[in-house]
């Protein structure tokens, strides 16, 4: 059961709540155009043959403040300079399409709740709350976080370097790391505390933030400069399809013990913990496949942290012809070039994310598989070549016979 306190949170701190449209600039004014149209954003799920639906994915339209979508701009190793008054108003100027897919496991009650509230929870999180985020997590979980400073968060705490703590309320703005983290810490704080499942129960998560660029602003889908940021932690996956060379571009890395970013993080806690299964997969403890993460919080303190990785970069639009969020029921089965490859010819978004998901079915998909599509200026037109179809081809073949040879046994 949810806490009723959870919804106090983001009303208190101002939230204006998650737009399900988009808007546009023309001429004479502004257009809006809803999210939830097929034809829009494809999403598409199936159960495979386990007993519950633990994945999630939803869609949003986020009013952020422009002066902090400024500052994250300014602070990238190839600084962008971006004028808030160019995009024709404030709700244009603040206007950002946020993506998100959620992988539950031990449970569906963790990725549901993300699903309805942390687009909520992004949008309403304040620098005031990011010293006692801190102080909590340290609090709650000790073991790991024990010397844990704040991560990126480490400026607006006591832990700040030479003592220069930034103070909430000075005129200095949060970064989009920033923020996503606090609400990510925040978000995880109420799982724990409203969610009585959540000690063995959690979700992984990957969300991507598109934000116009141009002059004036447009949805994404026509933007030609677009500012794209992926909070990511667990083995959900963000894709992104270049137009001209149809090869895939990788947002998003595993969040599993043996991966380069967390086997340098999770050294300090013994090289025993990380032990393989029966089917030679690693697990953290012997338990736990992914180290990042919502929930789970018997596992926090031996390291596993809802910190997410979060980066910022600036995309041509027209130069991109879709992106795609995953989880790894699919990934598991298809490699990265091949989730791509498999829609260049799809005529809209909904009947791409069938298509990815019916092929895992067709490879014999047991885990649950949900795939969100999101076209962009080069929906339609995917050049280079289809590298991977005489390969997938003969998977499927293969599949299809082993399953009919096993059916005559």
Known sequence: MIL??????????????????????????TYKVPLNNPKIVGIYSSRGSREYQEDAAT?????????ELRTTLTKLKSPYEWDPSSSGSEFLASQVTAFGIFDGHGGREVSTYLKDNLFKIIEGVESDQIEPLVEWTKDRHAGYFKRWRGGSLSRWTKFAINGQKQIPGDGVEMTMEERLTTAFLQADKEILEGIEKSQRCGSTASLVLLHSLDSPGQPYWSSKELSLTVAHCGDTRALLCHRTTGQVISLTEKHHAESRVEASRLRRMGA????????GESRWMGVVENTRGFGDGD??????????????????????????????GLTSLLTDQELVDLIRHSFDPTRAAKTIVHFAEDLG??????????PLGGWGDVGGEDTTK??????RRRFGEMNTRMQRM
């Open 299 to 328: 596992w926090k303190p031996s390291g596993v942290t809802v910190e997410p990785d979060v980066t910022t970069r600036i995309i041509d639009g027209q130069e991109h012809s879709y992106l795609i969020l995953l989880t790894d």
């Open 272 to 279: 025993e913990l990380l032990v393989s299964d029966s089917f």
């Open 59 to 67: 869609v949003g339209s986020l009013q952020l403040r422009p002066a």
């Open 365 to 374: 998909a047991s885990d649950n598989c949900t795939a969100i599509v999101v």
């Open 390 to 395: 005489d390969r997938r081809e003969y998977r």
């Open 4 to 29: 009723r306190s959870t919804a106090y949170t983001t009303a208190r701190r101002g939230a204006r709540g998650v737009h399900d449209f988009v808007r546009g600039a023309t001429a004479g004014g």
